[in-house]
């Protein structure tokens, strides 16, 4: 069985700062690793995935996740945050084996202007 | 290309009246179909998942159902609607096993009054 953990339920940066949302997960075999992300009233889009290769996922708009083994984590960064990143971000991990996806709590992103 | 359609985007509905949210996908066969519930300020809860006709997995005990008469056709009931049902809830398809990236539709936004 899987899960994921996402800390901070908000977070606020400033246009142009650093964006850093951690995700740590669990899961008894190697897993694969998601970020989605939400606007408002609307469906989850995938940001990025990990699955197997490189650790270094990059993704849309700017984003990108590691994977690191040793610390069960797949954080989220982006170098600098721009206006239309504010969303909520989900984790989330999946098992080689299974059908199910299972989501983090979310974190929600406001960016100041 | 492949799409996915979920219907009624918005529903307002009184305690102990009935529930049908319908999913369907376009442009793919034999998906794995899944519904999500997102309450206010939570993360995404699975609520059943399905990998061909018929084949239903529930994943939280409730007064909810799904079904799936069609291969690419999802559909989520409740015989009487509680208050504890309101939420976004989610349709979203996928192929294969876990490492594949799930694709959401709009969402409903149910509000049991």
């Known amino acids: 069985a899987q899960s994921v953990t996402q800390l901070g339920s908000h977070v606020s940066v400033s246009e142009g700062a650093l964006v850093l949302l951690r995700c740590n997960y669990s899961?008894?075999?190697?897993?694969?690793l998601f970020w989605y992300v939400q606007y408002p009233n609307q469906g989850l889009q995938l940001l990025l995935k990990?699955?197997?290769?490189?650790?270094l996922v990059k993704g849309i708009n700017g984003f990108e996740a590691e994977f690191k083994k040793s610390e069960t984590s797949f954080h989220l960064t982006k170098p600098s945050a721009h206006m239309s990143d504010a969303a909520e971000y989900f984790c989330a991990v999946s098992d080689q084996d299974d059908y199910k996806l299972s989501f983090g709590a979310g974190t929600t992103v406001t960016v100041r202007a | 290309s492949q799409t996915i359609h979920q219907w009624p985007a918005t529903l307002v509905q009184p305690v102990g009246s009935p529930l049908s949210l319908e999913c369907t996908v376009e442009?793919?066969?034999?998906?794995?179909l899944y519904w999500y519930r997102q309450a206010a300020g939570r993360g995404l809860q699975l609520l059943f998942y399905s990998v061909g006709i018929g084949q239903i997995s529930s994943e939280v005990p409730q007064n909810l159902s799904a079904s799936r008469p069609q291969d690419r056709q999802f559909i989520l009931s409740s015989k009487k609607l509680l208050l504890s049902d309101s939420g976004f809830y989610l349709c979203?398809?996928?192929?294969?096993?876990?490492?594949?990236?799930?694709?959401f539709g709009q969402g409903t936004r149910l509000t049991v009054v």
């Open positions: 990990y699955t197997t290769g490189a650790t």
């Open positions: 979203a398809w996928s192929v294969g096993l876990g490492d594949t990236e799930a694709f």
């Open positions: 442009g793919t066969s034999n998906p794995n």
């Open positions: 899961s008894s075999v190697p897993p694969y």
